[in-house]
T-cell receptor, first 116, second 113 residues
Framework: ETGVTQTPRHLVMGMTNKKSLKCEQH?????MYWYKQSAKKPLELMFV???????ENNSVPSRFSPECPNSSHLFLHLHTLQPEDSALYLC???????????????FGPGTRLTVT | SQQGEEDPQALSIQEGENATMNCSYK?????LQWYRQNSGRGLVHLIL?????REKHSGRLRVTLDTSKKSSSLLITASRAADTASYFC?????????????FGKGNQVVVIP
């Protein structure tokens, strides 16, 4: 266990559904990340939060909406997804973003999302 | 965006043999990190090497970094079946600031018992 949990582990949703992915870290970190992992493609950084503030939105479509209520929790709200959004969504945390590093990232087990 | 590129993409070896993977990148970096991913699960951090370091060891892992060639290698010695996984290099580019990692596509390593 890495100290980062994600729920659900598997999710199947239709294109008109609304669902949310949840991530929780128990490491006392201040930075949290969402990544998308598709087959045969590099890991894609989606969003970065540092001390609850969003510091990076990597040109992610608005059908993905992140929320970070505190440094331990991160959500990814999903609506009106497309089949090409099917992928493994990984959450990660690290000590922080910015000076004082470098810091390794700790990943959760991921949510396998299938959009039908 | 900068990405690490691992080579070879897939490697199959016998248990006990050494496995070597290479990673190249394009721009100046603060550090380079290697991660392992077991099938369908999250990534696990293995080792971090700073831009001013040339070699680092951790257990059976040995990482080298050549900033002049913009390349790194990961060596796993005396491989075990449990080492079967995908291995990713990730660079921390200087232009982005700390911890905005750029990952490669990964190396699939299969260790045959």
């Amino acid at each position: 266990e890495t100290g980062v949990t994600q729920t659900p582990r598997h999710l199947v949703m239709g294109m008109t559904n609304k669902k949310s992915l949840k991530c929780e870290q128990h490491l006392g970190h201040n930075a949290m990340y969402w990544y998308k992992q598709s087959a045969k493609k590099p890991l894609e950084l989606m969003f970065v939060y540092n001390f609850k503030e969003q510091t990076e939105n990597n040109s992610v479509p608005s059908r993905f909406s992140p929320e970070c209520p505190n440094s331990s929790h991160l959500f990814l709200h999903l609506h009106t997804l497309q089949p090409e959004d099917s992928a493994l969504y990984l959450c990660a945390s690290s000590q922080e973003v910015g000076t004082g590093g470098p810091f390794e990232q700790y990943f959760g087990p991921g949510t396998r999302l299938t959009v039908t | 965006s900068q990405q690490g590129e691992e080579d070879p993409q897939a490697l199959s070896i016998q248990e006990g043999e050494n496995a070597t993977m290479n990673c190249s990148y394009k721009t100046s970096i603060n550090n380079l990190q290697w991660y392992r991913q077991n099938s369908g699960r999250g990534l696990v951090h293995l080792i971090l090497i700073r831009s001013n370091e040339r070699e680092k060891h951790s257990g059976r892992l040995r990482v080298t970094l050549d900033t002049s060639k913009k390349s790194s290698s990961l060596l796993i010695t005396a491989s075990r079946a449990a080492d079967t996984a995908s291995y990713f290099c990730a660079t921390d580019p200087q232009i982005y600031g700390n911890n905005r990692l750029a990952f490669g596509k990964g190396n699939q390593v299969v260790v045959i018992p």
